[in-house]
C-alpha cells in the first residue's frame, strides 16, 4: 500500500514499513510502506501548487466537487466499511456501515455551508466609505488523525479545509490508515485539483515533519492529550484545530430517568469498544438511586455481545491495539487496589484470536485518586461514583483538565441550566448520554482545561480554517 501523493500512488520512499494487523484476528491486512522526509516535501509542494487554483474556484465550484466527493464515498461504501470494521476493529454493521454514510453526508454538509458563507458589511464614519468583510482560506493544512474514526475524522477536517479552499496532506493513525487513504482517493476522484489532497503515512516522526513543515499553514489534529502537546510544539505559529481526549462526565441526579440513564451510560461504554473521547469515562450517581442504577446498567451490559466485528449480531469488537488494552488492565488493577469493586467483566476474554477482546466492564465505589477515574481509560468501562449533593456532583464532574462533552441526566429545569452555566466542558448534553454526536453542532473543547481548541462541526470548522479579512473602498463621491 502506497503514499498518496497529488492524487497520485507512490511509493514511499522511507526504509522502514509498517503492518496495518487486524485486531480481531491478528493477520496483516495490509504492507504500508512509509513516507521520507522527501515524500512529505513533494506532498507540501503540491499542496501549494494546487492551493490557487483552490482558492480561484468560486464557492458553488468548490460545493459541487465536494458532493461529487460525496459519491464517489458512497458509491464503494461496503466495499470500505468492511475495510473500515476490520482494520479498527469496530463492528461493521452496527458502526462501521454508518461511519461510511456519516462521512459522505460530511462532504455534501460542508458543500451546503461553504455556499452560505456570509460575511457582514459594517457602517463608517465616513458616509464615502464602504466597509465589508470577506474570508480567505488559510493556506495549506496538515490533518493528523486517529485510528479510531479512521475515515469520519479525517472526513471531518478535511471536507472543511477544501470548502475554505485550503489544500490539505493528511497523516493518518498508523494503526488504520487504509481509510484515510480509500477517503482521499475519493476526493481526488471527484475532480478536486492535482494536489489538493495527499495522504502521507507512518509514524510519529512523519506527522512531526509534516506539522513543523514551513510549507504548512495550519494544522488540524484530533487525538490524545499528550500528542497535540507536541503538535502544538512543533507547529509554532501555525493556526491549529485542536481537539484532545476527553474524559466525560455523566451525573445522573435522583428525579432523573433511571432507565434512560442506564442505556446511555451502558451505550457510550461499549461504543467504538469506548475508544472515543465522548465515552462513558466517569458514571457520577447520586447515592439515593445508586443501587437501582446499578442494576439496571448490569442488566444493559449483560446485554452487549462482544464478537467479531464482521458477525451482525456483534455490538463491540475488540480494542485497536495492545497499548489500549494494557491500559484498560493498568486502570481495572489500581481501581482493585483502592477498594473498587469489579461488579462484571475486569480482564480479556480468554480463547479469542487476539488479546484485544475486553470484557465490557462495570466498576463501583470509584473514587477520584484512582486513575480510572482521573485519566481518559479509552476502553469499555462504566466508572461508578457516588455523590450526596449537587455542589458535590459539579464539583467531581469539572475535577479533570479534560473538559470536552459532559452529560445530566434530571428532570429539573434549574439543573440543567446550573450544569450548562457550570461545566467546564465544549458540550453539555442534557438527558442525553455522552457519546450523542451529530455532524453540523460546534464539537471542541472548554477553556481552562487541556482538551485544546477551535471547532469541528458544519460551518464551524469552515470558519476556522479561514481567515477573516476586511475591505474599506472610498466611493469617490465628495458630493
Request: hydrophobic share 45%.
Amino acid at each position: 500500500m502506497h503514499q498518496l501523493i497529488g492524487g497520485e500512488r507512490r511509493i514511499g520512499r522511507s526504509i522502514t514499513a509498517l503492518a496495518v494487523v487486524e485486531p480481531a484476528t491478528g493477520a496483516v491486512l495490509a504492507e504500508v510502506d512509509t513516507a521520507s522526509l522527501a515524500d512529505i516535501d513533494d506532498a507540501v509542494a503540491g499542496a501549494n501548487e494546487a492551493a490557487n487554483e483552490l482558492e480561484c474556484l468560486s464557492f458553488f465550484d468548490r460545493a459541487e466537487l465536494l458532493h461529487a466527493a460525496a459519491g464517489c464515498i458512497e458509491a464503494a461504501a461496503g466495499p470500505h466499511a468492511e475495510q473500515l470494521a476490520r482494520e479498527s476493529g469496530k463492528p461493521l454493521t452496527a458502526e462501521a456501515a454508518d461511519e461510511l454514510d456519516e462521512s459522505a453526508e460530511i462532504f455534501r454538509l460542508a458543500a451546503e455551508e461553504i455556499k452560505r458563507l456570509e460575511t457582514h458589511v459594517l457602517p463608517s464614519v465616513d458616509p464615502r466609505k464602504r466597509v465589508f468583510t470577506h474570508r480567505k482560506p488559510n493556506g495549506v493544512y496538515a490533518l493528523v488523525t486517529p485510528w479510531n474514526f479512521p475515515m469520519n475524522i479525517p472526513a471531518e477536517l478535511l471536507a472543511a479545509a477544501l470548502a475554505a479552499g485550503n489544500p490539505a496532506v493528511i497523516k493518518p493513525s498508523e494503526n488504520a490508515p487504509l481509510s484515510a487513504l480509500a477517503l482521499a482517493e475519493a476526493v481526488a476522484e471527484a475532480g478536486f485539483p492535482p494536489g489538493a489532497v495527499s495522504v502521507v503515512m507512518g509514524r510519529g516522526e512523519v506527522g512531526e515533519a509534516l506539522v513543523s513543515h514551513p510549507g504548512v499553514d495550519g494544522v488540524g489534529f484530533v487525538g490524545s492529550q499528550a500528542t497535540a502537546e507536541a503538535i502544538v510544539a512543533a507547529a509554532g505559529m501555525k493556526r491549529t484545530i485542536i481537539e484532545a481526549s476527553g474524559n466525560g462526565p455523566q451525573i445522573v441526579f435522583d428525579d432523573a430517568d433511571l432507565a434512560a440513564a442506564a442505556d446511555a451510560a451502558v451505550f457510550g461504554a461499549h461504543f467504538v469498544s469506548g475508544q472515543c473521547c465522548v465515552a462513558t469515562e466517569r458514571l457520577l450517581v447520586h447515592n439515593s438511586i445508586h443501587d437501582e442504577l446499578v442494576a439496571l446498567v448490569m442488566e444493559r451490559a449483560e446485554g452487549v455481545t462482544l464478537g467479531d466485528p464482521l458477525e451482525d449480531t456483534t455490538l463491540m469488537g475488540p480494542l485497536n491495539n495492545e497499548a489500549v488494552a494494557a491500559r484498560m488492565d493498568a486502570h481495572v488493577a489500581d481501581a482493585q487496589a483502592q477498594g473498587a469493586q469489579v461488579l462484571l467483566g475486569g480482564a480479556r476474554e480468554a480463547d479469542r484470536p487476539t488479546g484485544l477482546f475486553y470484557e465490557l466492564t462495570v466498576i463501583d465505589d470509584v473514587i477520584p485518586t484512582m486513575d480510572v477515574f482521573r485519566d481518559e481509560t479509552f476502553g469499555p468501562v462504566v466508572p461508578i461514583t457516588e455523590f450526596e449533593s449537587d455542589d458535590e456532583a459539579f464539583a467531581l464532574a469539572n475535577d479533570s483538565d479534560l473538559g470536552l462533552q459532559a452529560s445530566v441526566f434530571t428532570a429539573s429545569l434549574a439543573r440543567a441550566y446550573r450544569a450548562v452555566d457550570e461545566l467546564r466542558t465544549g458540550t453539555v448534553l442534557v438527558n442525553e448520554g455522552t457519546a450523542f454526536w451529530e455532524q453540523h453542532p460546534p464539537f471542541g473543547g472548554a477553556s481552562r482545561t487541556g482538551t485544546g481548541w477551535g471547532r469541528i462541526g458544519g460551518k464551524y470548522t469552515i470558519l476556522d480554517m479561514t481567515d477573516l479579512r476586511t475591505a474599506i473602498i472610498d466611493t469617490g463621491d465628495r458630493g
